[in-house]
């Protein structure tokens, strides 16, 4: 079946680091990939999508390439902000339409 | 246009209990599915609706069911609580392309908790 393993948390930032947050995933044919944001006592927000190989989401700084012969799609931004503290979802979706989540990675940007 | 909307936002139960929650997706959209959120097992896909007709279900138990209206709300009923269905139950809703996956987008939610 299918999987998503992300990178552990959390992740402690100083304002204006880099970041990375590494995502690799099992799937059976062409996934799309995703990344949701969810901020404390709220739903998932969507980040960025990837639907093909070699396609790079980008939002808000935020950008993600799909990499099929890593079978990877991690996200990256330059330089964080205290308001980006969030946990960070990557997920994928088949043709059966439903999303598979990895564990979640939890952020935490300090001024 | 409006986001997806959920009621109630929170709710707190009994073992033993059965609740309904409800789910109003983004206008023009037909798909609606429903996610269990918990500390231990993650974001976990228990079923999806289309056009009044389950078209995806997961690996949960029978007192878990959904249903979806023809103006597409829908609404996820739980029999039978447990105090391992304490969650958080998102809603998410694409316009149901059928060729492929879509974007879902999601609502903020209900918090169950049992007691």
């Known amino acids: 079946g299918n999987s998503v393993t992300q990178m552990e948390g959390p992740v402690t930032l100083s304002e204006e680091a880099f970041l990375t947050i590494n995502c690799t995933y099992t799937a059976t044919g062409y996934p799309s990939l995703f990344w949701y944001v969810q901020y404390p006592g709220e739903g998932l927000q969507l980040l960025l999508k990837?639907?093909?190989?070699?396609d790079k989401g980008s939002n808000k700084g935020f950008e993600a390439t799909y990499r099929k012969e890593t079978t990877s799609f991690h996200l990256e931004k330059g330089s964080v902000q205290v308001s980006d503290s969030a946990v960070y979802f990557c997920?994928?979706?088949?043709?059966?339409?439903?999303?598979?989540f990895g564990s979640g990675t939890q952020l935490t940007v300090l001024p | 246009k409006a986001g997806v909307t959920q009621t109630p936002r929170y709710l707190i139960k009994t073992r033993g209990q059965q609740v309904t929650l409800s789910c109003s997706p983004i206008?023009?959209?037909?798909?609606v599915s429903w996610y269990q959120q918990t500390p231990g097992q993650g974001l976990q896909f228990l079923f999806e609706?289309?056009?009044?007709?389950?078209?995806n279900k997961g690996n949960f138990p029978g007192r878990f069911s959904g249903r979806q209206f023809s103006n597409s709300r829908s609404e996820m009923n739980v029999s039978t609580l447990e105090l391992g269905d304490s969650a958080l139950y998102l809603c998410a809703s694409t316009d149901g392309g059928l060729e492929g996956p879509d974007t879902q987008y999601f609502g903020p939610g209900t918090r169950l908790t049992v007691l």
């Open positions: 206008s023009g959209h037909r798909s």
């Open positions: 609706y289309f056009s009044e007709t389950q078209r």
């Open positions: 990837a639907t093909k190989a070699d």
């Open positions: 997920a994928l979706s088949d043709s059966a339409r439903q999303l598979t």
